[in-house]
């Protein structure tokens, strides 16, 4: 296996400094797996230590729930008196079963919308991981607006999907996949590169790439730098409702992330709450 990393990174040009650096991180990142870390949680494993996922910390922050719950109570009303319409338009005589068969559709239509979503965010995502890694892929619509983005980004791709963990020395901490591992040849600096397919960028995004950055240069003793991170925004167009395909037009398909260690004071802040919450008290 590491025969082939070697042999690819060599394609690449990579200058022997970055070759190095990537290797350590290579090599640690191979003594993490993604496994069960308590009876109703999977996570990341090392060594002794079992670690939340990165995601897992982020949820943490109340905003984010409650956007969500907003978003999921304007979906079932809609959908409700979608179906309650449809009826009437019919000529039929609305009655309680009809309004309990279309408060059941509602209830169930967030999470159906949440799963394709996801579905096609999986899609997407796999699409261009093939597509940097020289598999076979599907030329689409989405791989062609991150190809764009790619471009104007001026990076290679060094690696794929890299397991990573970042802990403090009570073993608090959390585990990830990275997306993208990018390296700007003419700068001779790392990047981090995070694929997303939802409606609009989130201020948590940041925050988790900081995360990434993180555990990056502790499992490198940091010997490797990490300079920054881009966000490859490549929603579904035909789902933005009018302020989220203004503020997409207006951003573009590639969003450069900054202040990435105030993002990570942040994360810290999450991954105490996380830990403090929790912790068994009785």
């Known amino acids: 296996m590491k025969d082939n990393v070697l042999q690819r990174l060599d394609k690449l040009g990579l200058p022997d400094e970055a070759l190095i650096q990537f290797m350590k991180l290579y090599d640690a990142s191979k003594k993490v797996s993604f496994g069960k870390i308590g009876p109703r949680q999977d996570g990341y494993l090392c060594g002794d230590l079992k670690l939340p996922r990165c995601t897992s910390i982020l949820q943490m ?29 019919e000529g039929k005589v609305i009655g309680a079963d009809d309004v309990d068969e279309a408060c059941a559709l509602g209830l169930a239509d967030p999470d159906k919308q949440k799963n394709d979503a996801a579905d ?8 261009i991981e093939n597509y940097l890694m020289g598999y076979q892929y599907t030329q689409d619509e989405p791989l062609e607006r991150f190809k764009g983005a790619f471009a104007q980004a001026n990076v290679i791709c060094v690696a794929t ?3 990573l963990v970042w802990y403090d020395v009570r073993g608090h901490g959390f ?7 990018l390296y700007d040849l003419k700068r ?7 694929n997303k397919t939802s409606r609009s960028v989130h201020e948590s995004y940041g ?29 579904d167009l035909n789902s933005l409702n009018n302020k989220q395909k203004i503020e997409y037009d207006k951003r573009g398909s590639l969003v450069q992330l900054k202040n990435l260690e105030e993002a990570f004071d942040h994360y810290r802040l999450l991954l105490e709450l996380y830990y403090k919450r929790n912790n068994k008290y009785f």
């Open 161 to 163: 999907e890299i397991p």
């Open 175 to 181: 585990g990830g996949r990275m997306d993208l591992l």
């Open 61 to 89: 922050d109340g905003s984010k729930a409650g956007a969500l719950m907003e978003w999921a109570k304007r979906e079932v009303a809609k959908k409700v008196y979608d179906e309650l319409e449809k009826k009437l338009k």
């Open 120 to 127: 096609k965010g999986t899609g997407v995502h796999d699409n």
């Open 188 to 194: 001779k600096e790392w990047f981090i590169g995070d």
């Open 207 to 235: 925050c988790q790439v900081a995360a990434y950055k993180a555990a990056i240069e502790q499992m490198t003793d940091y010997e490797m730098s990490v300079t920054g991170g881009m966000l490859f925004h490549i929603p």
